[in-house]
Antibody, heavy 121, light 108 residues
Framework: EVQLVESGGGLVQPGRSLRLSCAASGFTFDDYAMHWVRQAPGKGLEWVSSISWNRGDIDYADSVKGRFTISRDNAKNSLYLQMNSLRADDTALYYC??????????????WGQGTLVTVSS | EIVMTQSPATLSVSPGERATLSCRASQSVSSNLAWYQQKPGQAPRLLIYGAFTRATGIPARFSGSGSGTEFTLTISSLQSEDFAVYYCQQYNNWPRFTFGPGSKVDIK
C-alpha cells in the first residue's frame, strides 16, 4: 500500500524558515517523480514544486521560486521542501504527492494527508 | 499560465441521479487533463487522467471526456460517497500545472 506521510509543519513567524519532510513507502520511491501541492485554508489546490526521480528536473511555482527548495533522498525514501523567507500567504496545508510517471508529468496519483504550515506573528 | 475554470460552482443532485461537471482551459491542453475528488478533511484523490482514463480503483460510474479546451466529468448515478468537491487540473503546460477552482456536488 502506498503511503506518504508528511511532517515538519507548524506555526512560524514571517521571514523565518521551515523544512517539510515526506516519508514514502509501498512503492519504489526512486522510480517516480514527486511533488508538493498546497491548499490554503478553505481554498483550492496550488502546485508548488516538482522533482524528477533522478533530480534532473526540478521546478517551482513563481510564487515560491527563490525561496523554496525541493530535494529528495532516494536512499531514505524521502522528499523534502526547504521553505525560507516565509510569508503569510504561504499559510496552507502542504501535500506530498507522487507522480504517476517516472518523469515529471504532473499527474498526482497518491497524496499524503498533509502538514499544516501557519505563518503568523 | 493556463487558467482553468469550472462550472457550476455548486451542483445539487439527488442520489442516483447523473451529475455533469465542466472544465475549461484558457488555451488548449490537448488531453493532458486530470480530475480529482476531495472530501472534507481528506486529501484529494485522482479519478481521471488523460482526459478519460480512470485511475486505479475508480468505479466505472466516473467518466471523463473532452480535449483541447473543453472537458467534462460525468458521474452516472451518484452514490452517497460521491458528494465532494471536484477539481480539474491541466498538466500540458509542464511544469506549470494549474488547477481549476473546484465544483462542489452536494445533496439536493
Amino acid at each position: 500500500e502506498v503511503q506518504l506521510v508528511e511532517s515538519g509543519g507548524g506555526l512560524v513567524q514571517p521571514g523565518r524558515s521551515l523544512r517539510l519532510s515526506c516519508a514514502a513507502s509501498g512503492f519504489t520511491f526512486d522510480d517516480y517523480a514527486m511533488h508538493w501541492v498546497r491548499q490554503a485554508p478553505g481554498k483550492g489546490l496550488e502546485w508548488v514544486s516538482s522533482i524528477s526521480w533522478n533530480r534532473g528536473d526540478i521546478d517551482y511555482a513563481d510564487s515560491v521560486k527563490g525561496r523554496f527548495t525541493i530535494s529528495r533522498d532516494n536512499a531514505k525514501n524521502s522528499l523534502y521542501l526547504q521553505m525560507n523567507s516565509l510569508r503569510a500567504d504561504d499559510t496552507a496545508l502542504y501535500y506530498c504527492t507522487k507522480d504517476i510517471f517516472t518523469v515529471v508529468r504532473g499527474v498526482f496519483d497518491y497524496w499524503g494527508q498533509g502538514t499544516l504550515v501557519t505563518v503568523s506573528s | 499560465e493556463i487558467v482553468m475554470t469550472q462550472s457550476p460552482a455548486t451542483l445539487s443532485v439527488s442520489p442516483g441521479e447523473r451529475a455533469t461537471l465542466s472544465c475549461r482551459a484558457s488555451q488548449s491542453v490537448s488531453s493532458n487533463l486530470a480530475w480529482y475528488q476531495q472530501k472534507p478533511g481528506q486529501a484529494p484523490r485522482l479519478l481521471i487522467y488523460g482526459a478519460f482514463t480512470r485511475a486505479t480503483g475508480i468505479p466505472a460510474r466516473f467518466s471523463g471526456s473532452g480535449s483541447g479546451t473543453e472537458f467534462t466529468l460525468t458521474i452516472s448515478s451518484l452514490q452517497s460517497e460521491d458528494f465532494a468537491v471536484y477539481y480539474c487540473q491541466q498538466y500540458n503546460n509542464w511544469p506549470r500545472f494549474t488547477f481549476g477552482p473546484g465544483s462542489k456536488v452536494d445533496i439536493k
